[in-house]
């Protein structure tokens, strides 16, 4: 793959401990700048802050898909098959409940993935999706 700009999220949650040990401790990734009331993740390049703000999150809505109800918004990350079934088991380990369980889609077809979704502590949803192909991203 070539190399992309990284993007710059930020995303709100209720309580900083909880998310250092869902992003630093599950998902494994690495702290960087921090003070009270946020915290820079390493999201593989990427950087996503989780900012304190007090209260509840809702989602926007759900779609429909493949028979999913998946949540609106979400981000995350491309993966390759490898490291998502690594962090499909570490995630499993862990206790955390999916929104949809792993799953593949478009078996044998253009655009063959595995994906899955969660909530963070906050009840951010996060999607993790790995293509057998990462040049199929786009296809149709």
């Known amino acids: 793959m070539a190399v992309r700009p990284a993007f710059h999220l930020a995303i709100p949650v ?3 401990p909880k998310a250092r040990e869902f992003y630093g401790g599950v998902l494994g990734l690495a702290e960087g700048r ?4 946020w915290v820079d993740w390493n999201f593989h390049g990427h950087q996503v802050v ?9 989602e926007a809505g759900r779609n429909p898909v493949d028979g ?8 995350g990350l491309v993966l390759d098959v490898d490291s998502f079934h690594e962090l499909a088991g570490r995630l499993r380990a862990a206790g955390t ?3 949809i369980e ?11 993935q595995w994906t899955m979704f969660l909530h963070d502590p906050a009840g951010n ?6 293509f057998r192909d990462e040049t199929q991203l786009f296809a149709k």
């Open 34 to 37: 921090s003070a009270d009331a």
């Open 14 to 16: 209720d309580d900083l």
């Open 125 to 130: 949803a996060l999607e993790f999706k790995a």
């Open 68 to 75: 999913h109800d998946v949540p609106v918004p979400h981000f």
């Open 102 to 112: 792993p799953y593949q889609r478009f078996a044998g077809e253009p655009g063959e």
């Open 97 to 99: 409940e999916f929104v």
């Open 50 to 58: 989780t900012h304190v703000v007090p209260g509840a999150r809702a």
